[in-house]
């Protein structure tokens, strides 16, 4: 029976380190969308047996950056480019009703957190850390969620970003990386509106953060993609 045990335990680990390795390399794209996920060569190269590959496989998929095609072979999830338009204008709405409801119901604790966050973020466009980015940016928008005290907005929120690291991958790249400190300053700006309980100026400057990024990953998309997207919030 504790055999048993520790091989679960084992197997789990395993998943997890498989998992967290492979979620990194489709977040950062250097595995691009449509890759193959073959299930023998990675248990060849983390070197162990294919259930915990497919175990990691299977979480992936539920985060939705892997899919299974109809003949059973497993790709990194292409990028829908066609749902861009829809996509942004459900960002852009979470974006306005969570900075907005944030500067409604100010609460010190949540605001260390988010600052916290903030930071996080400040460093990462330092060192030019793109993967980092992405996770201090999220969990920025997130604990602004959080504060305007709405579960179901929130939920929705992280879903939306969660979904849409790979295109905020596109954005930063169009950057080659080093993120002007405008965009610092922007969420800068953000924690400012909230802190005053402004919350016209914080739906302003949510409205101006996602049209900033929609425009940068159209221009993105258009010149080195060569694959021109109109992506309009009007």
Known sequence: MEKEAENVRVRGSGTQSVYVTLRREILSMAL??????DEVRLSERFGMSRTPIREALLRLAADGLV?????????????DFASLPTYFEALT???RVTTRGAAERRNGD?????RLHQKDFADAVAARDAYAMIEANREFHVAIADLAGNAYYTTFF???LDEGRRILRLYYSAFDDRLPRQYVD???EMIAAIEAGDAERADQLAIAHAAQIV????DYIARDLDRPVAINLS
Not at 110 to 114: A, E, F, L, W
Request: glycine residues 2%; without cysteine.
């Open 32 to 37: 691009e969308p449509g890759s193959p996920l």
């Open 67 to 79: 899919t299974t095609l109809p003949n059973r072979n497993t790709i990194v999830a292409p990028i």
């Open 93 to 95: 709405l979470m974006y």
């Open 110 to 114: 949540i605001m260390k957190n988010i």
């Open 158 to 160: 992280t879903r939306l």
């Open 186 to 188: 922007e969420h800068e």
């Open 215 to 218: 425009r940068q990953i159209q």
